[in-house]
């Protein structure tokens, strides 16, 4: 069945320096990836995401990769910000679903 | 557009009874998806609706329920609570497929006691 898996599940880093989170995905049919940030009491935003057919997207400080051969997608947040901690959540979209399979997050602590 | 609403935000049930949920999607959309959030789980996948009808369920057991009406709003029901039914509750609109974009609402806190 359907699965992704996320690491690291916690990640604690200097402001100013970057994060990476990491995604792996079993079905080679998942077509969608999107990244989702949640504060803490508030809903899942979503910040950035990526379809199949392209290898990478950048917007602002967040950029995403996705190695479809690999069958795994990351997040890569540089020059972090104390605003940038939040749980961060990776998916796939399976096609013919409208379903999201869910990693089980990534808790991101940004020190000033 | 005012984005994806759900009440009530926060309900207290004890163990038996049943609950209704509500959720009004985006305006313009009309697919609703409902996820269950847990610490130990994670975000699951529970059902979703597209004009009205149910296209997809996860593995959750028959107590758990929904519908959707012709305005695209969903309601999903829970039958004979249980303690383990303590979640977040969030549902998830997006607009016509082939659209995979899903936006959140603030979800609704269940406590079963």
């Known amino acids: 069945g359907e699965n992704v898996e996320q690491h690291p599940s916690t990640l604690s880093v200097q402001e100013g320096d970057s994060a990476v989170i990491k995604c792996t995905y079993s079905d080679s049919a998942s077509n969608y990836f999107p990244w989702y940030k949640q504060e803490l009491g508030k809903r899942p935003q979503l910040i950035i995401d990526?379809?199949?057919?392209?290898g990478e997207k950048k917007d602002q400080r967040i950029a995403v990769t996705l190695n479809k051969t690999a069958k795994h997608f990351s997040l890569h947040i540089t020059e972090t910000q104390p605003e940038d901690s939040a749980v961060y959540f990776c998916?796939?979209?399976?096609?013919?679903?409208?379903?999201?399979?869910f990693g089980t997050g990534t808790r991101l602590l940004v020190s000033p | 557009k005012a984005g994806v609403t759900q009440t009530p935000r926060y309900l207290i049930k004890t163990r038996g009874q049943q609950v209704t949920l509500s959720c009004s999607p985006i305006?313009?959309?009309?697919?609703v998806s409902w996820y269950q959030q847990t610490p130990g789980q994670g975000l699951q996948f529970l059902f979703e609706?597209?004009?009205?009808?149910?296209?997809n369920k996860g593995n959750f057991p028959g107590r758990f329920s929904g519908r959707q009406f012709s305005n695209s709003r969903s309601e999903m029901n829970v039958s004979t609570l249980e303690l383990g039914d303590s979640a977040l509750y969030l549902c998830a609109s997006s607009s016509r497929p082939p659209s995979y974009e899903q936006y959140f609402g603030p979800g609704t806190r269940l406590t079963v006691t």
């Open positions: 305006s313009g959309h009309r697919s």
């Open positions: 998916a796939a979209h399976l096609p013919g679903f409208q379903k999201l399979v």
């Open positions: 990526i379809r199949s057919n392209v």
């Open positions: 609706y597209f004009s009205e009808t149910q296209r």
